[in-house]
């Protein structure tokens, strides 16, 4: 499996923006994804995971209720809405595919086998 994401951009406080996860590979639909963020100086970490079906998801407690995680399995391809942005969400986003379905260590990084290249969120305030 092969992901790209897309979607980062600068934007002000409060306003909203959508990332995509494209994948490739028709194995990418049994498969659990997840979304990582990387600020400068900070190790990796957990932001939202969604399983193979859509139907379980997990979020980080800085963005529940903000961001919502989604996944279009016929075009392969999973979303991160995310709304209400904080400079502290300023990041690179990773998406990530386990071949786990919902794996219990869905939060940590290696818990993933897949990892796309990552996309550039900027909040300004």
């Known amino acids: 499996v092969q992901l790209q994401a897309s979607g980062g951009g600068l934007v002000q406080a409060g306003d909203s923006l959508r990332l995509s996860c494209v994948a490739s590979?028709?194995?990418?639909?049994?498969?659990?994804m997840g979304w990582f963020r990387q600020a400068p100086g900070k190790e990796r970490e957990f932001v939202a995971a969604?399983?193979?079906?859509?139907?379980?998801?997990a979020y980080a407690d800085s963005v529940k209720g903000r961001f919502t995680i989604s996944r279009d399995n016929a075009k392969n391809t999973g979303y991160l809405q995310m709304n209400s942005l904080k400079p502290e969400d300023t990041a690179v986003y990773y998406c990530?595919?386990?071949?786990?379905?919902?794996?219990?260590?869905?939060?940590?990084?290696?818990?993933?086998?897949?990892w796309g290249q990552g996309t550039l969120v900027t909040v300004s305030s």
């Open positions: 990530a595919a386990d071949r786990k379905g919902w794996g219990k260590d869905r939060e940590k990084t290696n818990e993933y086998d897949y």
């Open positions: 590979g028709r194995t990418f639909r049994s498969n659990a």
């Open positions: 969604i399983s193979w079906s859509g139907g379980s998801t």
